[in-house]
């Protein structure tokens, strides 16, 4: 647990991909949407990552980054929240792992532990995606020690995949802070 959170709000860590139309302002545009609602504040953003697709090979290269925001939603919430912003950038489900305008998981929120129907933390293959765990590296810090031991730690075991996740630019956007 982040000591330094505001008191009454939630620290999580959000994953973006897209790999269809403009990856880049799509994703931008996704953090933007983030930023507008009240109850969201974004703090800290990674760069851009070019990604070789896993899971599903046969389609183009990902843009990957990952954000951390403050929050007084709760996970369901912000579950809630980044699905209606996929689709409202239009994201479209077909093929499982296929492609997408945008993606949105929820990665870590505080240090809960949760297995619902539609809500798992943190995220299941989280650990297991190099194009999750090099953008994540970038903005977590040893203040919140058990999530920077899981990214440390799970970086190690996915050393194969390094070479298909290649930094591609700093995000443009920086962000006042709405905390009070
Ligand atoms: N931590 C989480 N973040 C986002 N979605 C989650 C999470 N845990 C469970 N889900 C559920 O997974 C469902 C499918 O998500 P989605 O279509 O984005 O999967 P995917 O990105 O194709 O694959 P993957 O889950 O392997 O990243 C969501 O509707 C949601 O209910
Ligand atoms: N490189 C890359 N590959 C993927 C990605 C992704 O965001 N980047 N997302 C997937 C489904 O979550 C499946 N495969």
Not at 64 to 93: C, D, F
């Amino acid at each position: 647990m982040n000591s330094s959170v505001p008191s009454d709000y939630s620290e999580a860590y959000i994953a973006l991909g897209a790999n269809l139309g403009n990856r880049e302002q799509t994703l931008v545009e996704a953090i933007q949407m983030l930023e507008e609602y009240a109850d969201i504040s974004v703090i800290r953003c990674s760069g851009f990552y070019e990604t070789a697709p896993v899971g599903y090979v046969d389609q183009p290269s990902f843009l990957n980054m990952a954000v951390k925001v403050y929050t007084t939603q709760s996970p369901h919430e912000l579950l809630s929240t980044l699905l209606h912003i996929e689709n409202q950038l239009g994201r479209v489900r077909d093929i499982r792992w296929g492609p997408r305008t945008v993606d949105l998981d929820l990665l870590w929120m505080d240090d809960l532990y949760l297995n619902s129907e539609t809500l798992e933390l943190p995220h299941p293959r989280m650990h297991e995606r190099a194009f999750v765990l090099v953008p994540l590296q970038e903005i977590v810090t040893a203040d919140t020690p058990a999530l920077f031991s899981l990214v440390e730690n799970a970086l190690q075991q996915v050393a194969d995949q390094q070479q298909d996740v290649r930094y591609a630019g700093a995000c443009p956007l920086s962000f006042p802070s709405k905390l009070k």
